[in-house]
């Protein structure tokens, strides 16, 4: 049984920083396509980055591209999402996603991902 555990959500105020990271059971981390999606108030779940098994490839949405970098341990199971000047609309419940058997590229699609974390809140006050 595959888990997820997000952490680092909190309530911040607009421009400032947070580092939220996944950490993931199972021995085969290093092999899968690791993704961070998010969920705002009232909106879709959208993507907003995600990382290649051994970390070369990066993905980005255009809304957080240049403010937000995506890294890995692979020694310690364990995604990050570093998250810089921050805005009201990144207020949102932000999710960790694990691919299994990735393709060439990481993917911008839920539905390619297979675990999922229970998710963690990010508030940015104005």
């Known amino acids: 049984q595959v888990q997820l555990v997000e952490s680092g959500g909190a309530l911040v105020q607009t421009g400032g920083s947070l580092r939220l990271s996944c950490v993931a059971s199972?021995?085969?981390?290093?092999?899968?396509?690791m993704g961070w999606f998010r969920q705002g108030p009232g909106k879709a779940r959208e993507f907003v980055a995600a990382?290649?098994?051994?970390?070369?490839?990066?993905r980005y949405s255009d809304s957080v591209k240049g403010r937000f970098a995506i890294s890995r341990d692979n020694a310690k199971n364990t995604v990050y999402l570093q998250m810089n000047s921050l805005k009201a609309e990144d207020t949102a419940v932000y999710y960790c996603?694990?691919?299994?058997?990735?393709?060439?590229?990481?993917?911008?699609?839920?539905?390619?991902?297979?675990?999922w974390g229970q998710g963690t809140q990010v508030t940015v006050s104005s």
């Open positions: 996603a694990a691919e299994r058997s990735p393709g060439l590229n990481p993917s911008d699609r839920a539905d390619v991902y297979d675990y």
């Open positions: 199972g021995s085969t981390f290093r092999s899968w396509t």
């Open positions: 990382i290649g098994a051994i970390g070369s490839k990066t």
